[in-house]
């Protein structure tokens, strides 16, 4: 079993690292990755219990700082030069806590831009979950992966380890400090994190961009692939720099 386990896929000159979320795994992205295979170079890592990934010991290395350590390793052994950092659902919590510790330690590479799908920066508003018991948690982790038709899925305890430690999570006063350019893409009709928490997202990171798919729920890189790819071409028509 390998502490991390990373595809890279495509080969072109635009590197991006893109982070799944609490029940994904990096199979959500790989449609993605495949569309833009020409234009980017897609790093995708699954974070730990998902995968090959090592399985985590406990609640305690399911936080969302445990999770960006993981983006960490993934960066220092996969990227060189400028980088997009992109998150889908919890992906979005990682990026922005890898960005916290970042603006703590100038040493860790920052990203060129960050890139935030069918995130909030408020997981204690949102209502992935809503047991009352451990066993009705694991019910209710196995309902939405099937709801959400994921591709691959999490295992469930670490699914249910990751939401005890984040889910009274508020990253609102952290979106100020970002400073590199983002961009949002959030369906209309996203249950999970409602649009709202897509433009508290834009609202809150000076000079975001906020783009809406209409109709879209929150599995927006499978429902909504090339509406993506699209704005995503557009956007990175040049190379970064």
Same mark, same amino acid.
């Given at each position: ?19 799944? &979320?609490? $029940? ?17 170079? !897609? ?13 985590? #010991? ?24 400028? !980088? ?44 992935? !979950? ?22 691959? #899925? ?12 984040? =889910?009274?999570?508020? $990253? =609102? ?13 959030? &369906? ?19 000079? #975001? ?13 499978? $429902? ?18």
């Amino acid at each position: 079993m390998a502490d991390d386990d990373v595809l890279v896929v495509g080969q072109g000159p635009v590197t991006v690292v893109a982070v799944h &979320g609490i $029940q994904g795994t990096r199979g959500a992205w790989i449609p993605l990755a495949g569309q833009l295979a020409d234009r980017c170079t !897609f790093v995708l890592p699954n974070l730990p219990g998902r995968g090959k990934a090592r399985p985590p #010991a406990g609640a305690q290395a399911c936080s969302l700082d445990a999770y960006a350590q993981a983006l960490r390793r993934t960066l220092d052994a996969h990227v060189r030069g400028p !980088f997009v950092l992109a998150g889908w659902s919890m992906g979005v919590s990682v990026a922005l806590a890898y960005l916290a510790a970042a603006s703590k330690m100038p040493r860790l590479p920052l990203p060129a831009e960050l890139l935030l799908v069918s995130g909030t920066p408020q997981l204690k508003a949102v209502q992935w !979950f809503q047991p009352s018991t451990p066993k009705a948690l694991l019910e209710a982790i196995a309902m939405r992966e099937r709801r959400l038709g994921l591709p691959e #899925a999490a295992d469930h305890r670490t699914v249910a380890w990751t939401w005890e430690s984040i =889910r009274h999570t508020d $990253q =609102r006063a952290e979106l100020g400090q970002v400073r590199c350019r983002t961009l949002v893409i959030h &369906g209309s009709d996203d249950d999970d994190c409602p649009l709202a928490h897509g433009a508290m997202l834009a609202d809150g990171i000076a000079d #975001a961009e906020l783009i809406v798919l209409q109709g879209a729920g929150h599995s927006v890189l499978t $429902q909504r692939t090339p509406d993506i790819a699209r704005h995503l071409r557009e956007r990175w028509h040049a190379q970064l720099a």
